[in-house]
Nanobody
Framework: QVKLVESGGGSVQPGGSLRLSCAASGSIFSISYMGWYRQAPGKQREWVATIDSRNNTNYVDSVKGRFTISRDSAENTVYLEMNSLKPEDTAVYYC?????????????WGQGTLVTVSS
């Protein structure tokens, strides 16, 4: 059993910053990658950023230069530092991870945390 718990969402004005956190818990041998997705009202869920076990990172074009993903491997935690936020960044942000359990790989999702960017 793997659990991902996000925190750090909230409301911010355009141009502001927020930091999201996601902690993984359970009988985890290792984590292949951790990442973030988001789902805006009335839209499909979209991938935002990923960091792998070697700390290689990838971002969707719309957040490059504004968002930074990082991880604390010892704590099985991933962060998303979001700067220069725009109203179009408003969405529920979901943590995602592929973890290695005793019986193999397992993809896990968090429950989501709401980010609202509005003046």
């Amino acid at each position: 059993q793997v659990k991902l718990v996000e925190s750090g969402g909230g409301s911010v004005q355009p141009g502001g910053s927020l930091r999201l956190s996601c902690a993984a818990s359970g009988s985890i041998f290792s984590i292949s990658y951790m990442g973030w997705y988001r789902q805006a009202p009335g839209k499909q869920r979209e991938w935002v950023a990923t960091i792998d076990s070697r700390n290689n990172t990838n971002y969707v074009d719309s957040v490059k230069g504004r968002f930074t993903i990082s991880r604390d491997s010892a704590e099985n935690t991933v962060y998303l530092e979001m700067n220069s936020l725009k109203p179009e960044d408003t969405a529920v942000y979901y943590c995602n991870a592929e973890v290695q359990l005793s019986y193999g790989a397992h993809e896990a999702w968090g429950q989501g945390t709401l980010v609202t960017v509005s003046s």
